[in-house]
Structure formats: C-alpha cells, structure tokens
C-alpha cells in the first residue's frame, strides 16, 4: 500500500457505491483519502442495478469500476484488502488494521461495509440468490413481470410481500411454509388479490438449466414457480464498528429479527467522535442510489468536520507567536523592575 506511513484525512473502509461516492466527495473537497475494499460487494450475484437514474441497467461491476476510476481521477487511493480492526488514538484520530497485519492511520473513519443477506435454510435458495430467487420488487419485479411467482413466507411480512409482488403479475403464489396461519383479514386480501396459499414445509426447489422451475415441498409435491421471493435477515457487517464500541441496533418486527444496523445521524454520524457510516451498514432499506446519496451526505459532513478543526488548528498556530511576545514582554518587565529595585538599594 502505498504511502503506508502517511496518515489520511479519511480512510474509507468499504468499496461499494456509498464509500466510493464519499471519496468522491472528500477528493475533490482536497482531502487525501484511501479506500480499503474487500471486494465482496452484496449485489455481486445480480445482473444489472436498477433504479439508478443516469445509469439504469448497468452491471454492478462496471458501475463499481466506473466510481473507482471518478475517486482516483481526484487523487483517492484505492486499495484491496479487508480491514479487521479499529482504534481510537489519543490524539483523536485512528489507526485500522486490515488482515495481514499493515496498519494505516487517519484523522476520520468512513464505514461501508454494507451487509450480509442471510438466507432461510432451505435447499438452492442459495445458488439462485440474485438470479431467479429474489427479495426487493423494485430491483427485480419488471425482471420477473407477468411469470409465476412465489412467496417463501418467513416473517410477519410474508403478506404483505405477496400483495406487493402482485403489482407485478397476477400469478403470486404464497408458500406458507413454517409461519404461523394467516388472520382472517389477510386471508380476505390475498383472496381478492388472486393469490393462492399453499400449506406445508417448503423443503427445497427444483431447477433445469440452472433455473428455477418449482417449489417442492416436504412431501413431495412440486408447484411450478419461476421466480421464489425470500426475506433475508439483514445483518451490518460491523466487526470494525464494534472495535471502535459501536453496538448493532437490532430491527424486529414483533419477535422476529428483520436485520441488525449501526445507528446514526441523518449524516451518517456515529456516537463515536470521528467516525461516520453510510449505506446499507446503517440503513437496511438502502438500495444503491440510496446509498451513493448517503456517501455523499457522509463525506460532505466529514469535511465540513474537518474544516471546524484546522480551523482551530490555525487560530492556536496564530495565536501562539503573540502569546510567546507577550510572555517576553512580561519576562523583560519583571526582569527590569528587579534591576530597579537593586540600583535604589544601592
């Protein structure tokens, strides 16, 4: 890495759309930045990013490399590698530890490390995740208009995701699976949406030239089903956080767990001087144009920080050489009355 002994204006931990948008930010704000990316972005499995106004359909990898080569045409540094650890220092900046034991230090932390999708347990869900087995109706839904779709209930929101996904296609599915029964009023409204229920366990899906043709259940019986939609649990990939004694806020839905996020403020600020977050390691929710406002929002906040303190700086610098010619002035004084007092005595 290069310049390993310098210590930035900001490190960013995390390569994803909201860390490279903050770089992008703090780069041309003239602020040395480097950008430690493990680069294992979360929408690596998906074909093409929606909803991302100027840039609809292009493929993850390429608008990650489109953001990498904006940063670094503004001087960010940009490193592979996966950042472990974090330490506040005494003087106020910090010093992160990557996996093989290098260290880099920085007067400011932004974190992006985004999150983890954890899948139900249910066999090849897995190897579909992003293709053909999908969550968010906004990213995927015209993907999958007008085919059979279903619904893996795993939550309290397992309603709600049908009568959602229906605005795509009136053929929606809803495999009950290990839920509770539905309330009289949710059956009603799947009822008059035209989306059918299936009781009994999901065991597993069945696919034909790597694509989804049906859900089998436990018992053998297979429904066709082109495209199966499952909610994940959301969880912050925060290990440096909580090196830093940041603490995961968990999201529930009466008892069950949606997903775990570091808490901030609307700038992505944490409860821990000096350290900031954005995208989907502190809001669950974010889709990808979300999360390159949030990096901007973040990087904009860190500077304006940073100009508060070598402002400081600058005033104490100033400050100093009239402090030592008063204090020398003073010196001469008291020096000058001791010469006084000892030609009066004489």
Do not use: F, K, W, Y
């Given at each position: 890495m290069s310049g390993k002994n310098q210590r930035y204006d900001v490190v960013v931990v995390g390569g994803g759309t909201a860390g490279l948008s903050g770089a992008l930010a703090l780069s041309r704000a003239r602020r040395s930045v480097l950008v430690i990316d493990a680069g294992s972005p979360r929408n690596a499995p998906a074909s093409h990013v929606h909803n991302y106004l100027g840039r609809e359909g292009t493929p993850p990898?390429?608008?990650?490399?489109?953001g990498r080569a904006e940063a670094s045409g503004y001087g960010a540094e940009i490193v592979e590698g996966e950042a472990v650890a974090a330490e506040k220092l005494p003087d106020g900046g910090f010093r992160v530890v990557r996996e093989d034991g290098s260290t880099v230090e920085a007067r400011r932390l932004l974190v992006t490390?985004?999150?983890?999708?954890?899948?139900?347990?249910?066999?090849?869900l897995a190897e579909l995740w992003g293709s053909d087995v999908l969550h968010c109706p906004y990213c995927h839904g015209w993907e999958v208009r007008d085919r059979a779709i279903g619904i893996l209930a795993v939550s309290p929101m397992a309603v709600h995701q049908a009568l959602l996904w229906r605005q795509w296609s009136d053929d929606v599915v809803l495999f009950r699976h290990l839920q509770a029964d539905f309330t009289d009023e949710e059956y009603e409204q799947l009822a008059a949406r035209g989306i059918a229920v299936v009781d009994g366990e999901v065991a597993g899906l069945d696919v034909e030239d790597d694509r989804l043709a049906g859900v089998r259940l436990a018992g053998g019986t297979v429904i066709p089903r082109e495209a199966l939609v499952v909610q994940p649990r959301f969880t912050a990939r925060s290990g440096v956080l909580e090196s830093l004694g940041l603490v995961p806020t968990a999201m529930e839905m009466g008892d069950h767990l949606i997903g775990t996020y570091i808490a901030a403020d609307p700038t992505g600020a944490t409860e821990v001087p000096g350290v900031w977050v954005a995208g989907n390691v502190a809001n669950l929710m974010e889709q990808v144009i979300g999360a390159a406002n949030a990096g901007l929002k973040a990087g904009s906040a860190m500077n304006a920080d940073l100009v508060t303190e070598d402002t400081g700086r600058a005033v104490a610098a100033r400050r100093e050489p009239f402090s030592a010619e008063a204090e020398r002035k003073v010196t001469e004084r008291v020096l000058g009355d001791r010469r006084h007092g000892l030609q009066e005595t004489r």
């Open positions: 990898s390429e608008l990650l490399a489109i490390t985004g999150l983890v999708d954890e899948l139900p347990q249910v066999e090849g």
